[in-house]
Nanobody, 118 residues
Framework: VQLQASGGGLVQAGGSLRLSCAAS????????MYWYRQAPGKQRELVAT???????SYADSVKGRFTISRDNAKNTVYLQMNSLKPEDTAAYYC?????????????WGQGTQVTVSS
């Protein structure tokens, strides 16, 4: 199973970006999907979660600004980020719970950099 993340970049404060993360390989089913982020010198933090059924949850710092969604047919998770702030600058990582015919485990994407200028 491989995860391919994309959509990061440089944006001014107040702008928007949309991240995508697609899982591929011999996938039997996909359960919960997550976005994390890690700023320099800080621990990785959970930003948003979407369950298989579509229930979402967010870190307090992004509520009302970020929206997580998924396309089950494409095994893809998205993160729409609006009203971006300089403190949102970080490497963003997708994390997906995947079941194959052999096991169930969590997989990480390679990270995509988001930089918000003031």
């Amino acid at each position: 199973v491989q995860l391919q993340a994309s959509g990061g970049g440089l944006v001014q404060a107040g702008g928007s970006l949309r991240l995508s993360c697609a899982a591929s390989g011999r996938i039997f089913s996909v359960d919960a999907m997550y976005w994390y982020r890690q700023a320099p010198g800080k621990q990785r933090e959970l930003v948003a979660t979407v369950t298989r059924g579509g229930t979402t949850s967010y870190a307090d710092s992004v509520k009302g600004r970020f929206t997580i969604s998924r396309d089950n047919a494409k095994n893809t998770v998205y993160l729409q980020m609006n009203s971006l702030k300089p403190e949102d600058t970080a490497a963003y990582y997708c994390n997906i719970d995947v079941a194959t015919l052999y096991d169930s485990r969590s997989y990480w994407g390679q990270g995509t950099q988001v930089t918000v200028s003031s």
